[in-house]
């Protein structure tokens, strides 16, 4: 494991975090279920960046599949929102 610390990587990590836990705290206010998924797409976010200060993902795969998936999470609590569907 190789530790490095990029301070890009360092910022993205904070402030994906910081949005994954408004995304929880907005959920748990309101029960709409568009804050949880941006929360967990957000937390996904975080996750990539912490295994890029921490060296553990050795491979551009791993990033690439959990920042898709975040992206194609995002993409639809969007969607859901555009079609009415916040609630539920």
Same mark, same amino acid.
């Given at each position: *494991? !190789?530790?490095?610390? +990029?301070?890009? =990587?360092? =910022? +993205?990590?904070? /402030?994906? $975090?910081? &949005? *994954? @836990? #408004?995304?929880?705290?907005?959920?748990?206010?309101?029960?709409?279920? $568009?804050?949880?998924?941006?929360?967990?797409?957000?937390? #996904?976010?975080? /996750?990539?960046? @912490?295994? +890029?200060? #921490?060296? &553990?993902?050795?491979? !551009? @795969?791993?990033? &690439?599949?959990?920042?898709?998936?975040?992206?194609?999470?995002?993409?639809?609590? @969007?969607?859901?929102?555009?079609?009415?569907? $916040?609630?539920?």
């Amino acid at each position: *494991m !190789d530790v490095s610390y +990029n301070p890009v =990587v360092v =910022v +993205n990590l904070v /402030l994906a $975090t910081v &949005i *994954m @836990l #408004l995304g929880y705290w907005g959920y748990r206010k309101s029960g709409r279920i $568009t804050e949880a998924l941006v929360g967990g797409a957000f937390g #996904l976010f975080a /996750l990539s960046h @912490l295994l +890029n200060l #921490l060296g &553990i993902a050795t491979s !551009d @795969l791993l990033i &690439i599949t959990l920042r898709t998936t975040a992206y194609l999470v995002v993409i639809y609590a @969007l969607l859901r929102v555009a079609s009415g569907h $916040t609630y539920g």
